[in-house]
């Protein structure tokens, strides 16, 4: 919010702030956390959840991520001098060591790939109260995937925040790199896909831009003259 932003959609269209105001907000039921948390930790599935208070790392979730963005950090001096030397911003906002995730106020929850269970099984388990969406950090692996509450995603945000501010959705741009774009892509007026952006996102983009590392939002924002 520092760089001039006057509003966020956050958690994949979990809530929605507007002018230092929150217009809404929809959390997991403590119940469902609970029963995630359980099983997660029964099965030796790493995870994080999602909250306004904190991103809450589970107990080894730390080592495998970090071998997931830097490689063998314990037998690579190449993947050593890598974390050494380019520190990930995402790595160090997390917050480690919390006895209790049985949090009431969870947006959605992100887990790692395991060798223990796929992704099909892990939807499975919780097919009935959870949205799951497969590998929307490629880092984390194409097992991996995110648990949201049903029925909510980025267009059901951008939806709710129009209907406040009286706009059209004629008006509204979106740009993306996920599988978890697609229902914002449909929904608003011109979907822009990065470079580096998932094939399905692509396919369905009106536009495709250049990668993060080539300053494709620069480019996006050049081509439909929003600078």
């Keep these: 919010m520092e760089i001039g932003f006057d509003g966020i959609i956050g958690a994949g269209g979990g809530f929605v702030e507007l002018n230092d105001g929150m217009l809404y907000h929809k959390t997991v039921p403590a119940s469902e956390v609970r029963r995630m948390v359980d099983f997660f930790n029964q099965h030796g599935v790493d995870f994080y959840l999602e909250s306004n208070g904190g991103l809450f790392a589970s107990k ?3 080592p495998h991520v970090e071998r997931c963005i830097y490689g063998d950090i314990d037998n690579d001096p190449d993947a050593r001098k890598r974390k050494e030397e380019q520190p990930h911003p995402f790595i160090e906002g997390l917050i480690y060591g919390e006895e209790d995730l049985y949090k009431t106020d969870v947006n959605k929850a992100c887990f790692l790939q395991s060798d223990k269970l796929s992704f099909a099984q892990i939807k499975a388990e919780f097919e009935n109260a959870f949205d799951t ?9 194409d ?3 995110e648990l949201m509450v049903p029925g909510i995603h ?3 945000a951008i939806e709710a925040l129009l209907t406040h501010l009286g706009l059209p959705k004629e008006r509204t741009i979106a740009i993306g790199d996920g599988l978890n774009d697609l229902e914002m892509f449909d929904y608003c007026a011109v979907g822009i896909a990065m470079g580096n952006a998932k094939e399905d996102l692509k396919v369905v983009a009106n536009h ?3 990668s993060v590392d080539e300053d494709g939002l620069h480019q996006a924002f050049r081509t439909f003259g929003l600078i």
């Design 154 to 156: 980025k267009a059901t």
């Design 208 to 210: 495709v831009t250049g």
């Design 60 to 62: 080894n979730f730390l």
């Design 133 to 141: 969406i497969q590998c929307t950090v490629p880092q984390f692996g």
């Design 143 to 145: 097992e991996s995937g």
